[in-house]
Protein backbone atom coordinates (compact mmCIF):
# COMPACT_ATOMS: atom_id res chain seq x y z
CA UNK A 1 0.00 0.00 0.00
CA UNK A 2 1.79 3.58 -0.70
CA UNK A 3 2.26 5.73 1.49
CA UNK A 4 -0.84 8.72 2.04
CA UNK A 5 0.86 11.75 -0.07
CA UNK A 6 -0.87 15.18 -0.51
CA UNK A 7 -0.63 18.01 -1.74
CA UNK A 8 1.52 20.33 1.42
CA UNK A 9 3.13 17.05 2.05
CA UNK A 10 1.74 17.13 6.03
CA UNK A 11 1.26 13.02 7.45
CA UNK A 12 -2.41 11.45 7.02
CA UNK A 13 -3.39 12.09 10.54
CA UNK A 14 -2.34 15.87 10.90
CA UNK A 15 -4.72 16.11 7.30
CA UNK A 16 -6.98 13.98 9.26
CA UNK A 17 -7.51 16.11 12.09
CA UNK A 18 -7.37 19.66 10.24
CA UNK A 19 -10.14 18.29 8.04
CA UNK A 20 -12.35 17.59 10.75
CA UNK A 21 -11.43 20.95 12.18
CA UNK A 22 -12.38 23.02 8.88
CA UNK A 23 -15.64 21.12 8.58
CA UNK A 24 -16.73 21.28 12.27
CA UNK A 25 -15.05 24.26 13.78
CA UNK A 26 -14.91 26.65 10.37
CA UNK A 27 -17.91 25.55 8.36
CA UNK A 28 -15.78 24.30 5.41
CA UNK A 29 -17.26 22.27 3.11
CA UNK A 30 -15.82 19.12 2.73
CA UNK A 31 -15.41 19.73 -1.08
CA UNK A 32 -13.56 22.87 -0.27
CA UNK A 33 -11.19 21.09 1.82
CA UNK A 34 -10.66 18.53 -0.35
CA UNK A 35 -9.72 20.97 -3.06
CA UNK A 36 -7.18 22.35 -0.84
CA UNK A 37 -5.57 19.38 0.11
CA UNK A 38 -5.43 17.71 -3.03
CA UNK A 39 -7.72 14.69 -2.21
CA UNK A 40 -11.26 13.55 -3.00
CA UNK A 41 -14.61 14.79 -1.22
CA UNK A 42 -14.83 11.15 -0.15
CA UNK A 43 -11.53 11.07 1.63
CA UNK A 44 -12.56 14.34 3.22
CA UNK A 45 -15.88 13.01 4.45
CA UNK A 46 -13.94 9.51 5.62
CA UNK A 47 -11.53 11.61 7.48
CA UNK A 48 -14.04 13.45 9.28
CA UNK A 49 -16.22 10.45 10.42
CA UNK A 50 -13.52 8.75 11.64
CA UNK A 51 -11.89 11.85 13.65
CA UNK A 52 -15.28 12.38 14.98
CA UNK A 53 -15.25 8.47 16.07
CA UNK A 54 -11.91 8.71 17.65
CA UNK A 55 -13.31 12.04 19.81
CA UNK A 56 -16.29 9.95 20.88
CA UNK A 57 -13.72 6.98 22.29
CA UNK A 58 -11.76 9.75 23.82
CA UNK A 59 -14.25 11.18 25.85
CA UNK A 60 -15.89 7.84 26.67
CA UNK A 61 -12.33 7.30 28.05
CA UNK A 62 -12.29 9.84 30.11
CA UNK A 63 -15.61 9.63 31.66
CA UNK A 64 -14.72 5.97 32.31
CA UNK A 65 -11.58 7.23 34.29
CA UNK A 66 -13.13 10.27 35.96
CA UNK A 67 -15.98 7.66 37.32
CA UNK A 68 -13.53 4.87 38.24
CA UNK A 69 -13.55 5.20 42.05
CA UNK A 70 -17.30 5.33 41.72
CA UNK A 71 -17.35 1.89 39.69
CA UNK A 72 -15.17 0.66 41.86
CA UNK A 73 -17.38 1.54 45.16
CA UNK A 74 -20.39 0.01 43.42
CA UNK A 75 -18.57 -3.35 42.24
CA UNK A 76 -17.34 -3.74 45.72
CA UNK A 77 -20.73 -3.78 46.96
CA UNK A 78 -21.75 -5.96 44.68
CA UNK A 79 -18.50 -8.18 45.55
CA UNK A 80 -17.40 -7.86 41.43
CA UNK A 81 -14.56 -8.82 40.88
CA UNK A 82 -13.36 -6.83 37.48
CA UNK A 83 -13.91 -8.65 34.30
CA UNK A 84 -10.78 -8.08 31.65
CA UNK A 85 -11.74 -10.19 28.73
CA UNK A 86 -8.67 -8.63 26.78
CA UNK A 87 -5.99 -9.96 29.29
CA UNK A 88 -4.57 -13.68 29.03
CA UNK A 89 -5.92 -16.21 31.91
CA UNK A 90 -3.17 -18.79 31.14
CA UNK A 91 -0.57 -16.57 32.74
Given at each position: ????????????????????A?????????????????C??????????E?G???????L??E???????????????NL????????E??
Open positions: MPKYQNKGGQPRDKCMVAAYLVNNFGATQAAVANVMGSQGTVANWVKVFRKEISGKNLAKANDYIADLADQLIEYRPDEDDE
